[in-house]
């Protein structure tokens, strides 16, 4: 249940409420003319790291520093041509196509081309 209080009472004990507030973790309303005006609620500390916040939401199973592959899988020319950059598939950002015709990119505003030096005008 929710506990109001007239704001003359509250002023007089404000420390001693606070206090309350703040052990209890109960809100108190603090009303006006019998309005309510604002809310004393207690303030919960956050987690200053991100490592305290997830404490214990999740569990680690298995190895985590250990290799992923067994050893036997391993391909150590395989990784030598990643090192030196000769790779087995081509990287994604040159297997596209270049454009053949830049014509039919998007005009500029206004929808006129813009003559370069030198251009003659039909």
Not at 10 to 15: D, H, M, P
Not at 45 to 72: M, Q, S, Y
């Amino acid at each position: 249940m929710e506990r109001k209080i007239n704001a003359a009472a509250f002023k007089a004990r404000c420390l001693a409420l606070i206090d309350e507030v703040a052990e209890t973790g109960q809100p108190i309303t603090v009303t006006k003319r019998g309005k309510a005006k604002v809310q004393i609620v207690a303030v919960r500390e956050k987690p200053k790291t991100l490592w305290g916040a997830t404490k214990g939401t999740f569990k680690i199973l298995g190895d985590i520093v250990g290799p992923i592959v067994e050893p036997e899988e391993w391909d150590e020319e395989r990784e030598f041509r990643n090192i030196a950059g000769k790779f087995d598939d081509p990287p994604a950002r040159y297997a596209h196509h270049p454009m053949a015709d830049r014509a039919s990119t998007k005009a500029r505003k206004g929808g006129t081309r813009k003559l370069h030096k030198g251009a003659k005008r039909r």
